[in-house]
């Protein structure tokens, strides 16, 4: 698994950003049946104010958020509640491109505050959940939400950490 961790907020350096990465992307994927050293993902920890920049310039909504996707296939299934297509792996040395995720400190750390979280858990729950809207889940019906949230749950019990809904 190759995840190119940018940090513009020393912050995340503090809080070890890279390996919690690398720990849920992987085993997000693993849980997917996918091989992580074949996939690719781009991640920047960044702050508020940058969130809240390219939250405005991608969804029209200019207020930070705790993590962004951008996948670079669409991935999705036109029937609610149906399972995603799952990409292609890359060739022998080039990995898969999955897309960019974004993720931004403050928030997650306020959210982590506010729910009684440990920070790394919380942020360990997002970058899981940033990775499966890299391969076309989303909680936008129901149907969706519930086979996402329910793979979460399940991925992030390979990890040790307790169901976050």
Known sequence: MTVETIIEDPRWEQAGLEAVADTACAAALTHLGLAPGEFEISLLGCDDARIAVLNAEFRDKPTPTNVLSWPAEDLSSETPGAKPALPEPGLPGMPG????????????????????????????????????????????????????????????ATLGIADPY
């Open 97 to 156: 491109e999955l897309g960019d995720i974004a993720i931004a400190y403050e928030t997650c750390a306020r959210e982590a505050d506010e729910m009684g979280l440990a920070f790394g858990d919380h942020v360990t729950h997002l970058v899981v959940h940033g990775t499966l809207h890299l391969l076309g889940y989303d909680h936008i019906d129901e149907q969706d939400a519930a086979l996402m949230e329910g793979l979460e749950t399940e991925i992030l």
